[in-house]
């Protein structure tokens, strides 16, 4: 979180659930039958399981998911777990509490941990650890690993994208944090099972009931294989996480719904074939960091 925090949009520039839902509908009918609720923090928008009940309830929606911070999941899992939710991703970068509070700006990690704990509800992978590699961590990646051990779970390795100001920040890849895991949990073997419809490949350690993957877009570019798209809370079809690419649907939300599948369709058509990481000029490159775009 960047230390003077993030300037947050006006209530009227945010899309409301009955928007969203239309939009979400209109996907459907396009093929995309997975939603993932993420933010900023989902959790602390009024309504938000009521929400994901109603989206769950929409003709071909097959799964909908939420990725949150855990700060509010103690509270709320009772009534996640009433909505239908089909599995919580956890954004957790340490188990250190000085480090947590230098990345959040909050020590909070006390909350975050009640809220894991409160996820473990959910077994068969469905509860699921997000890591953003830090450098030089290797305590925190062993530390985070172990989440893994005595509970069915995915503890997922990210690698950090540059994006915006940060393209040319320091980033750690997966083979560095292998290296270390292996050194001291033991050979990892590569998970035949699939776990789930995103970019992860998942292994496993012997003795651990969880499993550990691996997010890579710049070790292991999986560009080719990436079906996925974000609607902003403003209303942006984002193609692309490197690009600013995509459709602003807001001003066409009271236009046909031909209308709207008809500019939904032509972003998809463009959608760009690979990102370039390693390139400092680019165009159409998102200069907006992923605290503002939504984690």
């Excluded at 920040?169 to 099972?193: F, H, I, M, N, P």
Aim: hydrophobic fraction near 40%; include cysteine; charged fraction near 25%.
């Amino acid at each position: 979180m960047p230390a003077e925090g993030v300037k947050p949009l006006a209530h009227e520039e945010v899309l409301s659930y009955e928007d969203i839902l239309y939009i979400c509908s209109i996907l459907t009918g396009l093929g995309i039958k997975r939603f993932k609720i993420t933010g900023g923090e989902p959790l602390v928008r009024h309504g938000v399981c009521d929400f994901i009940s109603t989206l769950k309830s929409l003709e071909k929606v097959e799964r909908v998911t939420l990725t949150t911070n855990g700060l509010l999941l103690a509270k709320y899992m009772p009534q996640l777990i009433e909505s239908g939710i089909d599995g919580i991703n956890l954004s957790l970068d340490t188990l250190n509490r000085q480090r947590y509070a230098e990345i959040t700006r909050h020590d909070l990690l006390s909350s975050a941990l009640q809220g894991l704990e409160a996820a473990k509800v959910l077994d068969d992978f469905k509860l699921k650890i997000n890591c953003v590699i830090m450098p030089s961590a290797s305590e925190d990646w062993l530390q985070l690993a172990a989440l893994a051990k005595d509970h069915p779970l995915a503890v997922r390795f990210i690698e950090h994208m540059p994006l915006g100001g940060m393209i040319n920040s320091q980033c750690t890849l997966e083979d560095e944090v292998k290296s270390v895991l292996e050194g001291a949990y033991g050979r990892l073997t590569l998970e035949e099972q699939t776990l789930g419809a995103g970019p992860a490949v998942y292994y496993r350690l012997e003795g651990f009931q969880g499993r550990i993957g691996f997010i890579s877009a710049l070790s292991h570019k999986f560009c080719r294989y990436c079906n996925r798209l974000r609607l902003t809370s403003s209303g942006f079809l984002k193609t692309c996480l490197q690009y600013n690419a995509g459709v602003n649907l807001r001003p066409l939300l009271r236009e046909s719904s031909e209308r709207i599948t008809q500019a939904i369709a032509e972003a998809i058509k463009n959608k760009p074939a690979e990102h370039f990481f390693n390139k400092s000029e680019l165009p159409l490159r998102e200069e907006a960091t992923m605290s503002q775009i939504g984690g």
